[in-house]
């Protein structure tokens, strides 16, 4: 039989991203034994039936016992505290990951828990849904996305190695980057288009009830977007929220000068500033495409949008 990568993998948290993982690792062959843990028990009854694993317990501790590889998927609120629980029963060497949305605020909340002789390496893959829990995930979620590892500065280069070839092996292309700057790109590229998105469908639900009209009912497919963002788990979101804090208000303070410029150029009828802008705005789009990235589309599911490219 072929070396595996892994001996024995521990999935903490085992919702849209750890279950995920859990189908690829089992789809690539990638590990002698799974080993699922999650706090609630319905969550890991659920675990179990789908299969996901070889050995399931609540016990986080337990879990890792032996592990040469651990990869924490919960809130990024709740990393501190599997971080304490796991630390005394961590193997020596082992690989210590986490999948969160948000690094700084991660390692600050895991590294004073965690013992020098293991290796600890944040990561993040840009892949999701708005959907939670272990019947959201699936093998493929990784294919053709980001997976971003921000190394620490004594993560030893044969650790970040072996974690690179674990996510390419999962479908992904891999990045390294400083924590610091991982939370300013995404909370421009990830982080202000959920709060957007949740302020307009908020904004949308007041003036309904308020009015007593049917917006919406009647909501056309732009807004659509909107509530597929929106209805993202709500105790994911409030700790993003909350755990990039600085980032999220730096871009939201530049987002809203922005809109404060649109709306001046609407009042005062300013036609070309408004033309120039979306002109701008529609090569961003076109860009994107023609680097050949994969588009999520709300009606049809994640979508290649090569043949998008206009004519
Ligand atoms: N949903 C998405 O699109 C993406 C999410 N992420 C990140 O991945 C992480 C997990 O997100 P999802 O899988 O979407 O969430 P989810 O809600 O589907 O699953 C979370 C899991 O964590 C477990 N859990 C919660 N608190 C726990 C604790 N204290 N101890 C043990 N288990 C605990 C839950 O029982 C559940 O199994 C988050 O940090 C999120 O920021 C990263 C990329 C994409
Ligand atoms: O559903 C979407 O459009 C997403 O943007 C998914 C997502 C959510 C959070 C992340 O940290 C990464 C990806």
């Given at each position: 039989m072929s070396q595996k990568m892994f001996e024995r993998i521990a999935l903490i948290g085992i919702g849209l991203i750890g279950s995920s993982i859990a189908r690829v690792i089992r789809r690539e062959g990638l590990a002698g034994e799974v080993v699922i843990?999650?706090?609630?028990?319905?969550?890991?009854?659920?675990?179990?039936?789908l299969n996901l694993g070889d050995r399931y317990t609540t016990d986080a501790a337990q879990a890792v016992e032996g592990a040469d590889l651990v990869i924490i998927?919960?809130?990024?609120?709740?990393s501190g505290a599997v971080a304490e629980l796991i630390a005394p029963?961590?193997?020596?060497?082992?690989i210590v990951t986490d999948v969160?949305?948000?690094?700084?605020s991660v390692i600050a909340q895991m590294q004073p828990h965690l013992p020098a002789n293991v290796q600890?390496?944040?990561?993040?893959?840009?892949?999701?849904?708005e959907k939670s829990g272990p019947d959201a995930g699936f093998a493929e979620l990784f294919e053709n996305r980001w997976c971003i590892l921000t190394p620490l500065e004594e993560t030893d280069a044969t650790a970040l190695e072996t974690?690179?070839?674990?996510?390419?092996?999962?479908?992904?292309?891999?990045?390294?980057?400083?924590?610091?700057?991982?939370?300013?790109?995404?909370?421009?590229?990830?982080h202000l288009p959920h709060i957007i998105a949740y302020n307009i469908v908020g904004t949308a639900d007041d003036l309904q009830t308020v009015t007593k009209s049917e917006v919406i009912k009647y909501s056309a497919s732009g807004f659509r977007d909107f509530t597929r963002l929106a209805a993202s788990d709500p105790t994911m979101w409030r700790d993003v929220c909350l755990h990039n804090k600085d980032a999220i208000l730096?871009?939201?303070?530049?987002?809203?000068?922005?809109?404060?410029?649109?709306?001046?150029?609407i009042r005062w009828g300013d036609g070309d500033k408004l033309f120039d802008l979306f002109t701008r705005t529609r090569d961003v789009r076109r860009s994107i495409i023609d680097a050949g990235q994969e588009i999520d589309s709300p009606d049809f599911g994640r979508i290649a949008v090569k043949s998008e490219k206009p004519a």
């Open positions: 843990s999650t706090r609630s028990e319905a969550t890991l009854k659920r675990a179990e039936e998927s919960v809130p990024v609120g709740s029963a961590l193997m020596s060497g082992a969160g949305s948000t690094k700084a600890f390496i944040p990561g993040h893959p840009l892949a999701g849904t974690l690179s070839a674990f996510w390419r092996a999962c479908g992904s292309n891999v990045d390294t980057m400083d924590p610091q700057h991982h939370d300013m790109v995404l909370a421009m590229v990830s730096e871009m939201l303070s530049r987002f809203s000068e922005d809109l404060a410029s649109l709306q001046r150029a």
